[in-house]
C-alpha cells in the first residue's frame, strides 16, 4: 500500500494572526518562521491522530482490490476515482455506479455495489489507485477546537524553544497538553 498527496492543504487550521496573538507576538519580522511552525505542528497533529485536518487530495495504491478498500486519513470526504489495471494491462476507471462509499464511517470504507464483484486487476505494485478527497474542510475553523489549540500550543512551544535540548531546565519531549488534546481526536489502527 502507497499513499500519496495529490493536492495539498491551501490553508493551515490557525492562522499566522490566530498564532501570533497566542503567543504574544506583535512584531512581523519571523511571520515566515510562525508560518513554518504552523505547518509543521498541522503535519505532526496529522500524523499522531492519523488524520487530515484540511481538506487535501489523495492516492492510495494496492497491488490488488482487498475485499473492502479501507481509507486511511478520515474524515472522508469524497472519492474521486478508482482506476486499476487489466489483465491485458490497460488502466480502466472504474464506474462509480459499481461501488459504494461509506463516508459516514472512520476511516472511510468502499465495497462493491449490490450484486457486483471488484473487477480483476493485473497482479503486479500499485495496479489499484483510488484518489480520494479527505480532511473537516477547507477552513480553519472546521477542524475541532481541541486540535486547533494542540497546533497553537505546539507552535508556540516550538517557537520559544528553538533547540532540541534546553540546558538548566526540566524538560519533557512534548508538552503533556498537547498530546493531551490531540487524543481527543486520535485514531488507532486501520483494521
Known amino acids: 500500500m502507497t499513499l500519496s498527496l495529490v493536492t495539498p492543504p491551501t490553508a493551515e487550521p490557525v492562522t499566522l ?11 512581523d519580522y519571523e511571520d515566515s518562521l510562525i508560518e513554518g511552525l504552523i ?11 492519523r488524520r487530515q485536518l484540511i481538506t487535501a487530495t489523495w492516492r492510495l495504491s494496492l497491488a ?4 473492502e478498500l479501507v481509507l486511511p486519513l478520515p ?4 472519492v474521486t476515482s478508482i482506476n486499476y489495471v487489466d489483465g491485458a494491462g490497460d488502466t480502466q476507471t472504474l464506474s462509480p455506479s459499481l461501488y459504494i462509499v461509506d463516508a459516514y464511517r472512520e476511516p472511510g470504507r468502499i465495497v462493491p455495489a449490490y450484486g457486483t464483484l471488484w473487477p480483476t486487476a493485473r497482479c503486479q505494485p500499485n495496479s489499484v489507485n483510488v484518489t480520494f478527497v479527505a480532511g ?35 524538560s ?20
Not at 136 to 160: C, I, N
Not at 177 to 190: D, I, N, Q, R, T
Request: proline fraction near 6%; include cysteine.
Open 17 to 27: 494572526a490566530q498564532q501570533k496573538l497566542h503567543s504574544r507576538v506583535t512584531l
Open 39 to 49: 505547518r509543521a505542528a498541522r503535519q505532526y497533529a496529522e500524523t499522531v491522530q
Open 64 to 67: 490488488q482490490f482487498p475485499c
Open 75 to 78: 474524515p472522508l470526504q469524497s
Open 136 to 170: 473537516y474542510g477547507d477552513l480553519p475553523s472546521d477542524v475541532p477546537e481541541s486540535t486547533r489549540q494542540a497546533v497553537k500550543l505546539l507552535t508556540g512551544h516550538w517557537f520559544e524553544n528553538r533547540e532540541a535540548v534546553v540546558m538548566g531546565t526540566i
Open 172 to 191: 519533557g519531549v512534548l508538552p503533556l497538553a498537547v498530546e493531551s488534546l490531540l487524543a481527543c481526536e486520535k485514531w488507532g489502527s486501520y483494521a
